[in-house]
């Protein structure tokens, strides 16, 4: 018997269409079969982000080494047996979590104002939270002040939740490296705590955690407060009081009743220069949000995050 040969020359027109048609049909397979696998690959390696373990050379040993080096080739990063430089700076920036995130059972708005203190709005803003006993969560940034060293402590003594936002809020120094990012932390934090003897355990990276200044570096970034049981806090409703030189209290106060209807609601607001308005704004804000149905509080770790998403 001799071999079958397809004989190229003298194949007729359905010959050829049967063997285009085959080519295709395995091209589709391969194609749909990466597309899956990396589909697969890609919520493994967000999961492992989300549960803390990367970047963390202890969880190194639940993984097999082919897990491990798609690991590091994912991250970009080293050798995965050596830990990271900035892995080993600053011994006390760790807090104790677990993430076990609760979920609330009502309707709960977290009004949080960043970029303060400010000696001009921040008062304001306590005075309206203090007139309506309402709690909410303050993204500081790094002062000096004697004022601004009363404000951090006024907002502790009311109740309300102090937590990291930035020392300068100079977007691209803080991402130019995690060690950059790690100094700037590290300055505001303490500080924080030798003011109001309260070590922060909640952040929010200027900018939102992902933004246009730390592309290429925000997983690494994540990862390594994560690994330190630090939580970030995006948003879910923006007030958009920093979305113009002089955006009116109507327009944030509008921005925020119409824009919250989830049942958890973490909205983002600013207490910085020039926020006035946003002063203005919120004991409408409040009523608004009482009349809808929702009660107010403090952010904690225990409040599950809004992150944007990656
Ligand atoms: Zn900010």
Known sequence: ??????????????????????????????????????????????????????????????????????????????????????????????VENDFNFVKSKDNVVYLTFDDGPNVNVTPRVLDVLKQYDVKATFFVIYKEGEAEEALYKRIVDEGHTIAVHTSSHSYNAIYSSVDAYLADFEKISSKIESVTGVKPEIFRFPGGSINSYNVGLYQELIAEMLRRGYVYYDWHVS????????????????????TTNDKEAIVLMHDGPGHGATADALPGIIEGLKSKGYRFAALDNSVTPSCFGY
């Open 239 to 258: 007030s958009g009081d920093a979305s113009g030189p002089s955006v009116s209290a109507d327009k944030i106060k509008n921005n925020v009743l119409n």
């Open 1 to 94: 018997m001799r071999n079958p040969k397809i004989d190229f020359k003298n194949m007729t027109v359905k010959q050829w269409k049967q063997i285009i048609t085959i080519c295709v049909i395995t091209l589709i397979t391969i194609l749909l079969f990466l597309a899956i696998f990396n589909g697969v690959r890609y919520a493994h390696y967000k999961k492992l982000i989300k549960n803390e373990q990367l970047v963390n050379t202890e969880s190194y040993d639940n993984l097999d080494s082919q897990e491990i080096s798609r690991l590091i080739k994912f991250l970009g990063s080293a050798d995965p047996n050596e830990s990271l430089s900035y892995q080993k700076s600053y011994p006390d920036l760790y």
